[in-house]
């Protein structure tokens, strides 16, 4: 591997993209930081806020007192070595003495205030028993999708994955925001440049609740841009405030709560020509959507239809294989083997017992196989077709899937489960999980599901109408509009996305049975041989069968005098 790739590689598992210094002190200006005021920079990298928060303090502090201010009010840490060297060279170079003991090469996750007694036996324990309420001024610019030491990951959950009875997900970036939450005084400010999916993504839902509960929201432009990352990023601001009255402010915009509170995801992009479609009636209470599975390894058991057969590279078998201890801790999650599993396992290798694993022989010459075939099941890969697409791939399903099961089960732990297994085979819908809207398409019975498209799938007892209707709401513009602005305005468009669509209540029941007629015959001229893209004038037209019927809906608003929550038809 390359130098460069593995510098690159490095920096993704710290999260690291340092901020600008012109960045940083725009940051800092406007953020009237006093001398008395306790700070902390949690992941300071090579020290850009540092350096510019000591640079603000120049009109209030002599420079021969900076040294004790900072021992006594600026406290940091940083987990790379390399970075934290480079911070000690610069802090050198500007003459300000040794580096403070405050500011610290460690991992801000082990990582306890002043004060804390450290002879409690967990870090859970720990960190519960210390100061928490700290700092004035929490700043910086916190790793985005770095990694967590494995050996405290799961205690680390217990301390900050759940939070007013809300998961919070396991992100450094959530986390390290949790933390210094915990860490502020009240009144306290945090100040972080942050990835924009704070804003939407149903995963940082709780995280979203648990903020607006307890602090004053702003989130406004990084001033300045960055070079390093392709990310989106923002710059929050939360004030603590344990008791209300909060405010949510979205670039410029005050979000009220009501309209936040509305929305599935908690979303902090609800606005207010958005907010009224968000009733209380979901599609996921008409269909359950589920991600598909991965496999693992396409190219073994996937093969692309060419002119309705295939090309079999393989003969599959099966093989028995000694069950060992080693191989179950290769496999587990983080490597570690639960106790109970760990004692069945040893006793199992110690009587010589063994596990049916798949194995695989490639054939000299690849066998033709004309579809449809007993062994093989359509697929359902992602596509950007819209309305319906021809099967393009199959998978090697002999004996129910049994082959493909067993690698799975025999595989590492994440391959373990089987996603969407029970929707296997049944009439839905689906789409492409990375789009920049929904390519949402018919899914005939028969396909076995794949996690790159998603699907969804009538719940019981729902008319096939519905199945329909649906699939023409999700093709309409106000129905991307609502996805993409307030329900996960990411490019991955997840199973529970979808359920979390409004359900067009408001539509009347016979734009309702023109809608599914129209989705209907749409499907029958694609299934024909026709091809519909976004631009497609029938496909267009859908939006008027789903737009909002504004007069009748205001009359009841004004008479019950809250916000509509019951369709008039
Ligand atoms: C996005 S960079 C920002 C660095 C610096 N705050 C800045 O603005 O330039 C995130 C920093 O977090 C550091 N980091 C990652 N995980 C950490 C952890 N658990 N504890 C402390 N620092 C961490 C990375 O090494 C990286 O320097």
């Given at each position: 591997?390359?130098?460069?790739?593995?510098?690159?590689?490095?920096?993704?598992?710290?999260?690291?993209?340092?901020?600008?210094?012109?960045?940083?002190?725009?940051?800092?200006?406007?953020?009237?930081?006093?001398?008395?005021?306790?700070?902390?920079?949690?992941?300071?990298?090579?020290?850009?806020?540092?350096?510019?928060?000591?640079?603000?303090?120049?009109?209030?502090?002599?420079?021969?007192?900076?040294?004790?201010?900072?021992?006594?009010?600026?406290?940091?840490?940083?987990?790379?070595?390399?970075?934290?060297?480079?911070?000690?060279?610069?802090?050198?170079?500007?003459?300000?003495?040794?580096?403070?003991?405050?500011?610290?090469?460690?991992?801000?996750?082990?990582?306890?205030?002043?004060?804390?007694?450290?002879?409690?036996?967990?870090?859970?324990?720990?960190?519960?028993?210390?100061?928490?309420?700290?700092?004035?001024?929490?700043?910086?610019?916190?790793?985005?999708?770095?990694?967590?030491?494995?050996?405290?990951?799961?205690?680390?959950?217990?301390?900050?994955?759940?939070?007013?009875?809300?998961?919070?997900?396991?992100?450094?970036?959530?986390?390290?925001?949790?933390?210094?939450?915990?860490?502020?005084?009240?009144?306290?400010?945090?100040?972080?440049?942050?990835?924009?999916?704070?804003?939407?993504?149903?995963?940082?839902?709780?995280?979203?609740?648990?903020?607006?509960?307890?602090?004053?929201?702003?989130?406004?432009?990084?001033?300045?841009?960055?070079?390093?990352?392709?990310?989106?990023?923002?710059?929050?601001?939360?004030?603590?405030?344990?008791?209300?009255?909060?405010?949510?402010?979205?670039?410029?915009?005050?979000?009220?709560?009501?309209?936040?509170?509305?929305?599935?995801?908690?979303?902090?992009?609800?606005?207010?020509?958005?907010?009224?479609?968000?009733?209380?009636?979901?599609?996921?209470?008409?269909?359950?959507?589920?991600?598909?599975?991965?496999?693992?390894?396409?190219?073994?058991?996937?093969?692309?239809?060419?002119?309705?057969?295939?090309?079999?590279?393989?003969?599959?078998?099966?093989?028995?294989?000694?069950?060992?201890?080693?191989?179950?801790?290769?496999?587990?999650?983080?490597?570690?083997?639960?106790?109970?599993?760990?004692?069945?396992?040893?006793?199992?290798?110690?009587?010589?017992?063994?596990?049916?694993?798949?194995?695989?022989?490639?054939?000299?010459?690849?066998?033709?196989?004309?579809?449809?075939?007993?062994?093989?099941?359509?697929?359902?890969?992602?596509?950007?077709?819209?309305?319906?697409?021809?099967?393009?791939?199959?998978?090697?399903?002999?004996?129910?899937?049994?082959?493909?099961?067993?690698?799975?089960?025999?595989?590492?732990?994440?391959?373990?489960?089987?996603?969407?297994?029970?929707?296997?085979?049944?009439?839905?819908?689906?789409?492409?999980?990375?789009?920049?809207?929904?390519?949402?398409?018919?899914?005939?019975?028969?396909?076995?599901?794949?996690?790159?498209?998603?699907?969804?799938?009538l719940r019981q007892g729902v008319p096939q109408d519905e199945l329909f209707f649906i699939l023409g709401w999700a093709l309409t513009d106000l129905c991307n509009r609502i996805l993409k602005e307030v329900l996960n305005h990411?490019?991955?468009?997840?199973?529970?996305?979808?359920?979390?669509?409004?359900?067009?209540?408001?539509?009347?029941?016979?734009?309702?049975?023109?809608?599914?007629?129209?989705?209907?015959?749409?499907?029958?001229?694609?299934?024909?041989?026709?091809?519909?893209s976004m631009k497609s004038s029938e496909v267009h037209a859908l939006n008027l069968f789903y737009a909002w019927r504004d007069c009748r809906v205001a009359v009841v608003a004004k008479k019950k005098n809250a916000p509509i929550?019951?369709?008039?038809?």
């Amino acid at each position: 591997m390359s130098v460069a790739r593995l510098s690159r590689d490095r920096k993704r598992q710290l999260g690291q993209f340092l901020t600008p210094d012109s960045t940083a002190a725009a940051i800092a200006r406007d953020l009237r930081i006093l001398p008395s005021h306790r700070i902390l920079e949690p992941s300071f990298g090579e020290g850009s806020f540092i350096f510019q928060v000591i640079d603000s303090l120049k009109a209030d502090i002599p420079r021969n007192d900076i040294h004790a201010w900072c021992n006594a009010h600026l406290f940091g840490c940083e987990i790379d070595a390399d970075a934290h060297g480079t911070f000690k060279e610069t802090w050198q170079s500007r003459g300000l003495g040794g580096v403070p003991n405050n500011l610290e090469h460690c991992d801000f996750f082990e990582w306890l205030p002043p004060g804390c007694d450290r002879t409690a036996a967990t870090n859970r324990q720990r960190y519960f028993a210390s100061p928490l309420e700290y700092f004035d001024l929490v700043i910086g610019n916190p790793p985005f999708g770095g990694s967590i030491n494995p050996d405290i990951q799961d205690e680390l959950d217990s301390i900050f994955g759940f939070r007013d009875g809300r998961k919070i997900k396991k992100e450094t970036y959530a986390f390290f925001i949790v933390k210094c939450v915990d860490l502020l005084k009240s009144g306290g400010r945090l100040v972080f440049i942050c990835s924009d999916t704070i804003l939407t993504i149903a995963t940082m839902t709780g995280l979203r609740a648990w903020l607006q509960s307890n602090c004053s929201i702003q989130i406004s432009e990084v001033p300045g841009s960055f070079s390093d990352t392709n990310q989106d990023m923002l710059l929050v601001t939360l004030t603590k405030h344990p008791i209300e009255p909060r405010q949510i402010t979205v670039f410029g915009t005050c979000l009220p709560l009501s309209e936040i509170e509305a929305t599935p995801n908690m979303s902090w992009r609800v606005s207010g020509d958005l907010a009224k479609y968000f009733t209380g009636a979901t599609v996921g209470e008409k269909m359950v959507a589920t991600s598909g599975m991965t496999i693992g390894n396409n190219e073994l058991f996937l093969r692309p239809i060419i002119q309705g057969e295939i090309h079999e590279p393989y003969a599959f078998s099966f093989t028995a294989r000694p069950i060992t201890v080693q191989r179950e801790i290769t496999r587990a999650r983080l490597g570690k083997v639960p106790p109970r599993r760990l004692i069945a396992v040893r006793e199992q290798e110690a009587r010589c017992a063994t596990e049916r694993v798949v194995v695989w022989d490639r054939l000299k010459n690849p066998r033709p196989v004309k579809l449809p075939h007993a062994d093989y099941c359509y697929y359902n890969k992602a596509t950007s077709r819209i309305i319906y697409s021809e099967p393009e791939w199959v998978i090697f399903w002999r004996g129910d899937g049994e082959y493909v099961y067993t690698f799975k089960k025999t595989g590492n732990w994440y391959l373990h489960g089987v996603g969407g297994m029970k929707y296997f085979g049944r009439e839905g819908l689906s789409w492409s999980l990375i789009a920049p809207r929904l390519y949402a398409r018919y899914l005939p019975p028969g396909y076995i599901l794949d996690s790159g498209a998603p699907c969804a799938f009538l719940r019981q007892g729902v008319p096939q109408d519905e199945l329909f209707f649906i699939l023409g709401w999700a093709l309409t513009d106000l129905c991307n509009r609502i996805l993409k602005e307030v329900l996960n305005h990411t490019r991955n468009i997840q199973s529970k996305d979808f359920e979390r669509l409004p359900y067009p209540v408001w539509v009347d029941a016979e734009s309702k049975q023109q809608a599914v007629l129209a989705v209907r015959s749409l499907v029958s001229k694609a299934r024909a041989g026709h091809s519909f893209s976004m631009k497609s004038s029938e496909v267009h037209a859908l939006n008027l069968f789903y737009a909002w019927r504004d007069c009748r809906v205001a009359v009841v608003a004004k008479k019950k005098n809250a916000p509509i929550q019951i369709p008039l038809f």
